[in-house]
């Protein structure tokens, strides 16, 4: 564990965790055997939320913790619209989410982001008929 905040390492991805906020590396669709997860985007997407999906759960939380989201698609895949839609099934409401082409990379598609995984409930600040801020989500 270093100063500011406690690694958090699976066999997929890594990420460190500091408070509440969780920040994930990029990750990758490569298989272990460097080829890629799929011949789709989908596929491709899938496998990488995965992978950030293991980091989420080994600090306490999923993937639904993400509050913010950047993919990295390569040029030539660049659908935001089709991402955007894929997201959708698995995020209500969707995180801050950028998607950005990328003209030379290693595969078809990255990720990272943050996640916020709350380790205890914020206490009442006093208002009239509150039950924390928490219940206002």
Do not use: W
């Amino acid at each position: 564990m270093n100063d500011l905040g406690t690694p958090i390492h699976t066999e997929l991805a890594e990420g460190l965790k500091v408070g509440d906020f969780l920040f994930l590396s990029s990750v990758d669709a490569l298989k272990e055997d460097g080829l890629s997860a799929g011949e789709d985007l989908r596929t491709n997407l899938f496998y990488v939320l995965r992978k950030l999906q293991s980091v989420c759960m080994e600090a306490g939380g999923d993937l639904e913790d993400m509050v913010q989201l950047r993919i990295y698609v390569s040029a030539s895949f660049y659908d935001p619209a089709s991402i955007r839609s894929i997201l959708a099934e698995l995020f209500t409401p969707l995180p801050a989410l950028s998607i950005l082409p990328i003209n030379e990379m290693n595969g078809m598609i990255m990720a990272d982001g943050t996640a916020v995984i709350l380790t205890s409930q914020p206490a009442s600040m006093g208002c009239a008929g509150c039950q924390g801020c928490a219940a206002r989500t």
